[in-house]
């Protein structure tokens, strides 16, 4: 019994016996380390996926610039050898295009860093297409970019020079031009540009002198033949004028404004049927331009055969609107041919809708 009363005596149990048990974790250890060779690949694939990217990029990016590259020197050449439209009267103007493209390649400075050259001229190849849209602004920008990495940078200077006159602004233009001169004095299309300015404010003796200079250069730049044969025509110079304009035809014989101008010489020089000659040339090419069957009409005008003008002058009509018509034949050439009833009669029942300009 008293063992009995031992057993349901209310006595505490004893306290079990301290352990020391070792911590465990309680995440498989293959399990931690497939996540983290899943993490670290994850990361390595992002890392690599982007650099790949980056790489795509640059080489697309490059990739473009070189085909815009060679896409504006094949339409450089198309501009210079393929028919252009053109007006009546055609005046001298500064080069059509930028600044050439051997200019990108001068030579620079002794010890300067290959990636600030490349960088410039990047800003120069920018500013030119700017320029091609008419975007002047943004041409001036870059070509001023291009001078801050490449302090005294011919082609950039240039671009300016060109980017001044098209605006108008020659003050600017001579200044920019002229210290691009200084800094390339052999070169050709700077004395062009430089002359051009000069025939457009009525200087034509110091464009004249520029002009020679720059054929002295380099005899076969064609564009200084282009503009001494235009000033020599404002001149009234016109076996001079037919001279350089003869020279840029053997060179490009697709050139319309210049066998036009070519043309005109011959007319004024009394020279009437290789005048026709080359007015034929150009209407069989562009038979829809009625400037050239004016020039035509000229020509017979000026020989006094009348009857013959009359008939260009219908063809012309024939292609031209009222207000075009009446702006042609408003030329001092036709003066005599005016006045005469088959042309009044010819006039009042083509465009009777159309009245005749007073004559004063």
Known sequence: MDQERDIYSKKPAPPPPKIDYPEVDVSPRELLSETRRRFLLTA???VMFFGVAILLFLYLDERSRRDEFDD????????????RSMG?????SVPEMPPEFDTLYEEPPPGMDPRRVTEAMGYVRIA????????????IIHAQQALSVWENMTAAYSLLGFVYTQRGQFEQALAVLRRAMNQDPFNPELYNTIAAIHMQRGEFNEAEELLHTAIELVPEYIHAYINLGMLYLLMGEFEWAAENFEIVLDQIPGHVAIRN?????????????EAQMHFQYLIDQQPEQPSLLFNMAISYTEQGDMESAMEWIR???DISTPMEFHQFMEDSDFDELRQ?????????STFPQVPLPIQF
């Open 44 to 46: 390595v694939f992002i």
């Open 340 to 348: 005469l009833p088959i042309y009044r009669e010819f006039v009042e």
């Open 72 to 83: 504006d020197i094949e339409a450089e050449l198309a501009a210079v050898t393929q028919p």
């Open 315 to 317: 063809k012309a009509a």
């Open 88 to 92: 009546r009267r055609q005046e001298f």
């Open 261 to 273: 101008n070519l043309a005109v010489c011959f007319v004024r020089m009394g020279r009437f049927r």
């Open 128 to 139: 030119r297409q700017y320029a091609r849209i008419e975007e002047w602004d943004q041409a």
